[in-house]
């Protein structure tokens, strides 16, 4: 049998407040018609569906049409809750979502209670079951395994042994003779970082090993990290990464969907469908006069531009004129000296426009139409009759 495997959709992300909905339904609009085009037996959705735990209408919208289209192909659609989701809120939807196919998952369930998803393929009439993992944070891993596996929570004392525990369960629904697949959202270690994850969710006690899935599965789905890889272990288990770089840390990662090929007795097959919808990130250097000639070779892409020049009044204006595409406009380190901790104290017979001449100096800037400004609004400001017309004194 064959399916789609992908994750961390994050739907409603914007990128340094620019709205993306428009690459992001693109984007997921490609996955629908890989669906189709190789008739998969199910997609599944390794959580992170949404940006925020509280989506915009929009996101919402875009979410609803893409598992719609997807179950529209003739596909199961398994789909869950990561980090970034509402829990509660899918779960909400469930029972809705199940009248038109979809099967969405927001909080743990027992094995027998919904937590492995049961059903033919149809292209090969074999059973499928999928163990069904959503994202843990180490406060509800022990809840969660108290809840499923009816063992003392407090025989386990780390977050990867309740991991292991709830995944033992879960497996207690594979059956012999069935492809058996197991979905989770968290990370393993020893797998590399896509960029744009929230940290205190990847890092600590945050993860568990690749042994932890034994040997049982023939596949395991994982989303959480944005970056596509598999991973050494007793059966295949991969992330998918995310299905377009979410921020500029996430630039040299080639957005894909995969394609598994599975069957009993034997570990699956993989191969990478490249998404090629949204627009692409980048990272450029050089002085304003330097990108304003390399403007036509970026394209659409949104750009992170660090400028080797110093700081002056007007160079942002003067960058996103040659590069509307700019998201992020910095000075380049090399050319804005951080200010020394260890400098000596002012002497008190400095002027006020002394100090801020060194201050400038100090932070790379040097413009003499910002010290103007400066002397213009220090003059204002201490001048005896606008500091009357202040106070309320003046006559």
Known sequence: MKFLHTSDWHVGKTLQGRSRLDEQEAVLTEIVGFAGQHQVDAVLIAGDLYDAAAPSADAQRILIKTLLALAGTGAQVIAMAGNHDSPGMLDA???????????????????????????????TSETVNVAVLPFLSQRWAIRAADLLTQTPAEAASSYDQQIRELLTHLKTGFTPGAVNLVMAHLTVSGAVHGGGERAAQTIFEYWVPA???????????????????????????????????????????????VLVDAAQGTPARTTDLPLIAGRRLRTVRGTVADLATRAGE?????????????????????????????????????????ASTGRAAPKPDRSPSELFGDYCAQNGVDDARVRALFDELHDTLTSPADAALATGTGS
């Open 298 to 338: 970026l394209g659409d892409a949104f750009l992170r531009v660090y400028v080797t020049e110093p700081a002056r009044a007007g160079i942002r204006e003067d960058v996103l004129e040659a590069l509307p595409n700019a998201l992020q406009i910095r000075i380049d380190p090399e050319f804005a000296a951080s």
């Open 211 to 257: 042994a932890a899935f034994g040997t049982e599965p023939h596949y395991v789905a994982l989303g959480h990290l944005h970056r596509r890889q598999t991973l050494p272990a007793g059966c295949p288990v991969a992330y998918s990464g995310s299905p377009i770089c979410v921020d500029f840390g996430e630039q040299d990662n080639t957005p894909v969907v």
């Open 93 to 123: 939807y469930r029972p809705l979502a199940g009248h038109a196919g979809i099967t969405l998952l927001g909080q743990p369930r027992a094995a027998d209670r919904g937590g492995v998803v049961t059903f033919t393929a149809r292209s």
